[in-house]
């Protein structure tokens, strides 16, 4: 979370996916690894996911907002992307952590899948038993 010249940076992570974001006052334009935000996230549930901070502060269209991800799938991305939002906007202004913090934005969703364990096909499935 570091800050330069009213840009502002924050890292988050969702399952494998990183999201590196960079926040500044401007026309609410989105772009994320440098393609369109309706282009990289064609699902409406996605986009709806990554505009959720700015929509809890009622922000929208007040920040560009610039995003490299790695990792992961598509909803991981989201995710990773809506908590580096989150973050990004409170260190711009301290005042967003309390209605971010009280909808559950700034937490990190800490599940992930579960390793696949020997002698069984995944990670709770196992072999059919045969009896004979």
């Known amino acids: 979370m570091t800050a330069t010249k009213n840009r502002f940076y924050?890292?988050?992570?969702?399952?494998?996916?990183?999201?590196?974001?960079?926040?500044?006052?401007?026309?609410?334009?989105?772009?994320?690894?440098?393609?369109?935000?309706?282009?990289?996230?064609?699902?409406?549930?996605?986009?709806?996911?990554?505009?959720?901070?700015?929509?809890?502060?009622?922000?929208?269209?007040?920040?560009?907002?610039?995003?490299?991800?790695?990792?992961?799938?598509?909803?991981?991305?989201a995710g990773a992307v809506r908590l580096g939002i989150a973050r990004a906007l409170v260190s711009s202004d301290e005042e967003f952590r309390r209605p971010l913090r009280r909808v559950g934005l700034l937490t990190r969703d800490a599940r992930a899948v579960e390793r696949k364990k020997y002698g069984q096909p995944g990670a709770r499935k196992r072999f059919q038993f045969s009896k004979r």
């Open 10 to 77: 924050a890292t988050g992570r969702r399952k494998e996916a990183v999201a590196r974001v960079w926040i500044s006052p401007g026309t609410g334009k989105i772009v994320v690894n440098d393609r369109e935000f309706d282009n990289f996230f064609p699902a409406e549930t996605h986009r709806m996911i990554v505009e959720q901070p700015l929509e809890t502060l009622a922000k929208k269209g007040e920040y560009d907002i610039r995003a490299t991800v790695r990792g992961g799938g598509t909803s991981g991305q």
